[in-house]
């Protein structure tokens, strides 16, 4: 009791006595934890912007200098103007919306069939034997290099662009899912099997849960192939679109709308990545994961 009452009284109680050592406890220093340190940082939206800037600050110090010629590479001011002119006109706008009717009804099909076949492959094993060795081969098929063949087979109209898209969203879906689907630790298989889980709660609580990082990884790869499907897809034989666009734009010789176009293609990729990052922030919320130092 003496020696607990010294302790607390900041004083060291003398060995084999209950007498507390009367001279001044010195050198101590009580030890606080050292606390994240506060640092001051910018906006992770504005830093994000600073390299975009820094590439059209760039691109305008370029042309405005001379050191690209406008002929060859229009700089900034110019193609805000021809944004403005096709806007007013209204070709952008009816281009704009006939490409992304194209893109969404080839992703939705390119969505179940990829999601789909991933599912039957990963969770059964025939079907993973009736399945996956025709999908690693068609995988490797060069997707522009069909666009004469779907010509040829579906004719000129949306069909053969519709199902380019689909062709391209497809594969990386499919790929990812099946590996997030095998990929599902073992361990809580046989956690939920203990635990009395049917077959159907074992695979909507267990198994497609820990296969979601993998296909909004697939997500993120798939909107992407799409729009580059289109891309390929609206250049030959298009009626209308932002294909159209550029193909009509390189007969007249119009260096700023193919430019345009280009940076409207990546500027819907770089929205569509965004919004998975969004449903990615949402659904996998219960996954601690390193964000960066």
Known sequence: MALLTSLSE????????????????????????AGKQKTVSLPRGFGKSLGPAALVVAWWLATRYGWISEDLFPGPATLWATLL????????SEALLLS?????????FGFVIGVGLAV???????????????????????????????IIWLGIDETPKITLVAFAVTFPLYINTFAGIRNVDKTLIEAARTLSFGRTALIFQVILPGALPNL???LRYSLGSAWLALV?????????????????????????????????YAL????????????????LRWRQSFDGA
């Open 216 to 218: 909004l990884v697939g």
């Open 100 to 108: 992304l009717q194209r893109v969404v009804i080839g992703f939705c």
């Open 268 to 283: 819907l990729g770089l929205s569509a990545d965004l919004i998975v990052r969004l449903l990615e922030r949402v659904l």
């Open 232 to 264: 390929f897809a609206e250049t030959v034989n298009a009626q209308g679109g932002l294909g159209y666009l550029i193909t009509h734009a390189r007969e007249v010789y119009r260096v700023d709308i193919i430019i345009l176009c280009l940076v409207i």
């Open 85 to 92: 002119d096709m806007i007013t006109g209204g070709d952008l």
């Open 10 to 33: 900041g004083q060291p109680a003398l060995p084999g006595s209950g007498v507390s050592d009367p001279r001044p406890v010195t050198g101590l220093e009580r030890i606080v934890p």
């Open 120 to 150: 039957i492959s990963g969770l059964l094993r025939l079907g993973e034997d009736l399945v996956d060795a025709s999908m690693q081969m068609a995988r490797t098929l060069p997707w522009a290099g069909l666009v004469p063949l779907l």
